[in-house]
C-alpha cells in the first residue's frame, strides 16, 4: 500500500444514523487528508441522528455534511474505490455484503448503539460521548498502523485486532 493518494474508508451500520456517521466524521479529521472516509447503512434510516450534532461539529463539520445512504452507492460504477471496509455494528457485520469492487481490506469494529440508549438527555449524550470514544481509539490505533511496510495477511490480522482488542487496550490505561 502506498501512500501516494488518500485511503478510502467505508463505515457501514445497519441504520447509517448514529455510529458510522461518527467513524466518518472522526475519520476524515484524524486522517488529515490521508483518509477520505465514507459511512452507509444496509438499511439506511434516511436521516442522521440529531445526537450526533456536538461530535460531527467538534470535528469541525455540519450536521447537514451527513447523510443516511445506502451501502449499494458504493457497489455501484463510478462510486469511490474503496481501500478499507469497517462494520461497526454487530447486525451489519453479519449481512451479505454488497461484492465491494477492488477486494477492500475488511474488519468488524463493533459498537454498542447509542441510539438505542433510553433514559435523559444526559443519557443519551454519554452514550453517544462513549461511542464517539471507543470508535476514536479504533481509528487512532489504525492511523498509526504502518500501511506501507505490512504485507496484505499482517494488515488484516491488525485490522481485526483492533476491533477485537481497542478497548481492552483502552481501559488498562
Partial sequence: MTMDTPFNVL?????????????EALMNKEGA?????????????????????PIVESCGFQL???????????????????????TVCDNAAGE??????????TAHWGVPDPAA??????????????AARLLGNRIRLFLNLPLASLD?????????EIGERADQ?????
Avoid at 152 to 160: I, K, T
Wanted: a positive charge; glycine letters at 8%.
Fill in 11 to 23: 463505515f457501514l451500520c445497519t441504520g447509517n444514523s448514529a455510529r458510522s456517521v461518527i467513524a
Fill in 33 to 53: 487528508g490521508r483518509f477520505k472516509a465514507y459511512s452507509a447503512g444496509s438499511m439506511p434510516t434516511g436521516r442522521v441522528n440529531p445526537h450526533v450534532r
Fill in 152 to 160: 496484505r495477511m499482517s494488515l488484516q490480522a491488525r485490522l481485526r
Fill in 117 to 130: 440508549v433510553e433514559g435523559s438527555e444526559a443519557q443519551i449524550g454519554a452514550a453517544f460521548a462513549e
Fill in 96 to 105: 451479505v455484503c454488497p461484492i465491494w469492487p477492488g477486494q477492500p481490506m
Fill in 169 to 173: 487496550a483502552s481501559s488498562a490505561q
Fill in 64 to 86: 447537514t455534511d451527513f447523510r443516511s445512504k445506502s451501502w449499494e452507492e458504493f457497489a455501484k460504477p463510478g462510486a469511490p474505490a474503496l481501500d478499507f471496509i469497517f
